[in-house]
T-cell receptor, first 114, second 113 residues
């Protein structure tokens, strides 16, 4: 069965600093990988997704993620964080190589200090 | 285009009561799913549907029933609510292609006393 690990429960960064959120997955075949963001009291919004091809994926709001098969990782990055980026971030893998049945990590809460 | 809508936004039940969480989408998506979100556990799949008349169990199906009589609607039923079902419930939908994005509704916060 597939699984996702987000080792950082809570991260605090200063506004303008760079950000990297870690995600490790376990899946037997080529994974479909996703990053979602959830603002307080809101639903989930897709930031970016990886299915195949270029291992560096660009998303919305200036985020990017890099798929590294050798490390089973799909880390999310942003070069300069804005206060509005404060939210919870979830990494997910699509079961069976599809985007239908998602397995989520436990999330990383990002706090941004001014 | 309203996307994925869920009602109610908040609900408080007593143990043993029944209720239905409503989910609708206006994007003509084939796939619909229900997830629950609990603190420190991320989202877990309860049930999903690959089309009208077809449903299947996810990771945590016990205590929940679903049906899919139309493409648009995918209600989640709690027949006898338990405190362990206190959670935030999210409905999601996606089109039929393997790489299509899954869109989430705003959620229903359920408390079972």
């Amino acid at each position: 069965a597939q699984s996702v690990t987000q080792p950082d429960i809570h991260i605090t960064v200063s506004e303008g600093a760079s950000l990297e959120l870690r995600c490790n997955y376990s899946y037997g075949a080529t994974p479909y990988l996703f990053w979602y963001v959830q603002s307080p009291g809101q639903g989930l919004q897709l930031l970016l997704k990886y299915f195949s091809g270029d291992t560096l994926v660009q998303g919305i709001k200036g985020f990017e993620a890099e798929f590294k098969r050798s490390q089973s990782s799909f880390n999310l990055r942003k070069p300069s964080v804005h206060w509005s980026d404060a939210a919870e971030y979830f990494c997910a893998v699509g079961a069976g190589g599809t985007a239908s049945k998602l397995t989520f990590g436990t999330g990383t809460r990002l706090q941004v200090t001014l | 285009n309203a996307g994925v809508t869920q009602t109610p936004k908040f609900q408080v039940l007593k143990t043993g009561q029944s209720m239905t969480l409503q989910c609708a989408q206006d994007m003509n998506h084939e796939y619909m799913s229900w997830y629950r979100q609990d603190p420190g556990m991320g989202l877990r799949l309860i049930h999903y549907s690959v089309g009208a008349g077809i449903t299947d169990q996810g990771e945590v199906p016990n205590g929940y029933n679903v049906s899919r009589s139309t493409t648009e609607d995918f209600p989640l039923r709690l027949l006898s609510a338990a405190p362990s079902q206190t959670s935030v419930y999210f409905c999601a939908s996606r089109a039929g292609g393997p790489t299509d994005t899954q869109y989430f509704g705003p959620g229903t916060r359920l408390t079972v006393l």
